[in-house]
């Protein structure tokens, strides 16, 4: 008699940690993107001539990159699909390697970019290569409200 | 009895004849002949070049696989919920492409969707908006493709659900919302304006995504720029319209530099399929993308989808 309401009890908490788990995946992905947006900013705002250019908030910038990137290829488990309007595209997971390798290709792209850039001129020159990331990402992975 | 019958079959025996040739593409060009077809001038391969950009005609003809953004053999699937549509090869091969085309052919085909051998085309190809380019500038169009390399291959018929598979349908559906002419310059307004205006409602055919659509496929008029589900089935396209669920926010200079370099004013870089109009529209003069931007901020606010940040 009492092991029923016991299953249930257990079979409740895990639907809600689940539910909980992939919603919160969903929210961080989130914020992590929303860090790189922050990072870009400035930075495009020093290619356009807009800011002048500062070499410490550039590599503050890469190396948000580097760090956010790493993390947020870690939270598209099978249960974050769908919900807290995500814009993740399903086809992440029909090819989650390729997803993968996109963001490893990030994260290199703006390694060797720390690397080189040392001055407004080698800013100029390395800093378009790790931005077209952005777009090409989300052109493939990314759909706006994609649920 | 018997003569009530006869008579109720003869009508629609003259009905089916009646929808039958009411369907083709002569009576479309009895109703609706007010239309040129022929340029009053010599072809102007420069300013083709330029619509072609606006127009991003690469961006449903390309080749599928090729990197060059000059080839347009077409073939590339787009999946629609109507079925799926193969682009067809709009390159100057003369026989997989349109090379043996004459420039009346083609400013027909752009603005009124009938093709050479007449039968009508898919509004996939955005005909409705390309309607509103002038003869000469089709034919501009005309002359630039027949710069670009020949491709050859013909591409697949389209796969399209009963009851879109039947061709014909398109005669009549054409009759009933293929209307509107030549977009005139409004004497009123600038000249960005009215640049503007002409880039985003006819080549550019802005509307085509950024609107939601009637069951008919028709846009709704009075939601028209406010945003609307994506043709693929998933996501949704974004509200251009100066309300707070659209481009409120955003000035003129933002929104011609996101047509440059694909940024928003956050920064964010746009994704799907914007990813490839941005290349398109990259193309484009700084004041050309201005113009679009300065018609895009003229429009009326429409609440549309919230945009998801």
């Known amino acids: ?147 | 009895m018997a003569r009530l019958i006869r008579s109720i079959i003869a009508a629609m025996v003259l009905a089916g004849f009646a929808l039958y040739w009411l369907s083709d593409f002569d009576a479309y060009s009895v109703f609706r002949s007010d239309q040129r077809l022929k340029s009053s001038r010599a072809p102007d391969p420069v300013n083709g070049k330029i619509l072609f950009a606006a127009g991003g005609c690469v961006s449903c003809h390309a080749s599928p696989g090729s990197t060059d953004r000059r080839h347009i053999g077409g073939g590339q699937p787009l999946k629609t919920p109507f079925g799926i549509f193969y682009p067809p090869n709009i390159s100057p091969d003369p026989i997989d492409g349109i090379g043996q085309w004459t420039s009346v052919q083609f400013v027909r085909a752009l603005r009124e969707g009938t093709a050479p051998d007449r039968h009508s085309y898919y509004p996939a190809f955005p005909y409705p908006s390309y309607r509103h380019l002038s003869p000469e500038d089709a034919a501009d169009i005309f002359a630039y493709i027949q710069t670009l390399p020949a491709i050859r291959g013909k591409v697949q018929d389209h796969a399209l659900d009963f009851p879109y598979s039947i061709r014909r349908g398109l005669g009549l559906w054409k009759l009933a919302f293929l209307n509107g002419g030549v977009i005139e310059p409004d004497p009123t307004r600038s000249e960005g304006w009215n640049r503007g205006r002409y880039l985003v409602e006819g080549i550019g055919h802005c509307a085509e995504c950024h609107s939601p659509r009637t069951i008919a496929g028709v846009i709704l008029a009075e939601k028209r720029f406010s945003g609307g589900p994506a043709i693929d089935g998933k996501g949704f396209v974004p509200n251009l319209t100066p309300d707070p669920t659209g481009l409120a926010d955003w000035s003129e200079g933002d929104i011609a530099s996101l047509l440059k370099d694909g940024l928003t004013p956050d920064a964010d870089s746009v994704g799907g399929a914007m990813a490839e109009v941005v290349r398109n529209t990259a193309e484009l003069s700084e004041a050309d993308r201005r113009a679009m931007a300065i018609y895009l901020k003229s429009l009326p606010p429409i609440e549309g989808h919230s945009r998801t940040k």
């Open chain 1, 1 to 147: 008699m009492t092991a029923q309401p016991t299953l249930l009890a257990i079979a409740l908490t895990v639907l809600a940690t689940v539910a909980i788990a992939s919603t919160a995946d969903i929210g961080d992905r989130q914020k992590l993107m929303k860090s790189n947006g922050a990072a870009t900013k400035p930075v495009v705002a020093m290619l356009k001539g807009e800011a002048p250019f500062d070499l410490a908030v550039v590599q503050k910038s890469l190396a948000n990159y580097q760090d956010n990137i790493g993390q947020f290829v870690t939270l598209f488990p099978d249960d974050s699909k769908t919900g807290e309007k995500t814009s993740a595209s399903p086809k992440i997971w029909e090819d989650m390697a390729g997803f993968k390798a996109a963001a490893d290709k990030f994260a290199a792209d703006a390694k060797l970019a720390s690397a080189s850039i040392t001055d407004e001129a080698s800013f100029k020159a390395n800093m378009p290569a790790v931005l077209k990331n952005c777009g090409s990402c989300h052109e493939a992975w990314r759909v706006k409200d994609a649920q």
